[in-house]
């Protein structure tokens, strides 16, 4: 479906409203130290070294280019980050785990394998900071052993529906038919990321993705089969 190329991205991942918020150093930083391998549309490729203009409205959602950067919330461009961490890589889940969202009607929006920064691991889990895991989550993503799978799918209620699809935090809450409740047992090594609201699909996406660059518009051939109600 995607053009492969690979990209050594010497740029900031984030350039949102809210990713504004982190200081420009810690960006820059997060974006030199990541290395990325970059699969992507040739435009998205091209446009890779293209300056980013993101923008708010009043209502602040975050926006790249003319659509909010986590689409529409209840409609088919919600969006939502969804990333395979290095266990679902180092055990060759990658397909299984994509197959599960594509089967379901999603659609890819956005996709690149990263080795994350430090400061990037450290701002997309800012809000487990306190916690006493929390030094040996980021080196576990961080370590470079394996990638990170970051995507961004696209659907109906895509967000809710993610999370539905991955199963509860600890792999043992985790339903059989979800993808932690069948691939994985350990809390620490659960396999797979996705946001858990919409501020945190915007929040995410803005951390991970270069906006429009890396983010981009596209209709399935089947789309009316998918989206078309009585
Ligand atoms: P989720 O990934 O389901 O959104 P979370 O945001 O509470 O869960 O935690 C983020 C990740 O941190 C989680 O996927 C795995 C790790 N984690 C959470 N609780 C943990 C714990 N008690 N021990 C070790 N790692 C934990
Ligand atoms: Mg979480």
């Given at each position: 479906?995607?053009?492969?190329?690979?990209?050594?991205?010497?740029?900031?991942?984030?350039?949102?409203?809210?990713?504004r918020a982190f200081s420009t150093?810690?960006?820059?930083?997060?974006?030199?130290?990541?290395?990325?391998?970059?699969?992507?549309?040739?435009?998205?490729?091209?446009?890779?070294?293209?300056?980013?203009?993101?923008?708010?409205?009043?209502?602040?959602?975050?926006?790249?280019?003319?659509?909010?950067?986590?689409?529409?919330?209840?409609?088919?461009?919600?969006?939502?980050?969804?990333?395979?961490?290095?266990?679902?890589?180092?055990?060759?889940?990658?397909?299984?785990?994509?197959?599960?969202?594509?089967?379901?009607?999603?659609?890819?929006?956005?996709?690149?394998?990263?080795?994350?920064?430090?400061?990037?691991?450290?701002?997309?889990?800012?809000?487990?900071?306190?916690?006493?895991?929390?030094?040996?989550?980021?080196?576990?993503?961080?370590?470079?052993?394996?990638?990170?799978?970051?995507?961004?799918?696209?659907?109906?209620?895509?967000?809710?529906?993610?999370?539905?699809?991955?199963?509860?935090?600890?792999?043992?809450?985790?339903?059989?038919?979800?993808?932690?409740?069948?691939?994985?047992?350990?809390?620490?090594?659960?396999?797979?990321?996705?946001?858990?609201?919409?501020?945190?699909?915007?929040?995410?996406?803005?951390?991970?993705?270069?906006?429009?660059?890396?983010?981009?518009?596209?209709?399935?051939?089947?789309?009316?089969?998918?989206?078309?109600?009585?």
């Amino acid at each position: 479906m995607f053009a492969r190329s690979f990209v050594r991205a010497a740029r900031p991942a984030a350039a949102s409203m809210k990713a504004r918020a982190f200081s420009t150093a810690s960006r820059a930083t997060a974006s030199a130290s990541s290395r990325m391998a970059t699969f992507a549309t040739a435009g998205a490729v091209a446009a890779g070294a293209a300056t980013y203009a993101f923008y708010s409205n009043a209502q602040s959602p975050i926006f790249a280019d003319a659509k909010p950067i986590a689409g529409v919330k209840g409609t088919f461009s919600e969006r939502t980050f969804i990333a395979i961490k290095p266990d679902g890589v180092q055990r060759g889940l990658i397909a299984k785990i994509i197959a599960r969202f594509e089967e379901r009607g999603y659609k890819l929006v956005g996709m690149k394998a990263i080795f994350p920064s430090k400061e990037l691991a450290e701002q997309h889990y800012a809000d487990l900071k306190s916690k006493p895991f929390f030094n040996g989550l980021v080196d576990y993503m961080t370590n470079q052993k394996a990638p990170v799978i970051a995507m961004v799918w696209e659907g109906k209620d895509v967000i809710r529906q993610g999370r539905a699809m991955i199963g509860a935090t600890n792999p043992l809450d985790a339903a059989p038919g979800t993808i932690r409740g069948q691939y994985c047992q350990v809390v620490g090594r659960n396999i797979i990321h996705g946001s858990d609201s919409y501020e945190s699909a915007e929040k995410e996406i803005s951390l991970w993705f270069s906006g429009a660059s890396e983010l981009l518009e596209w209709t399935p051939a089947n789309a009316e089969w998918l989206h078309s109600d009585n």
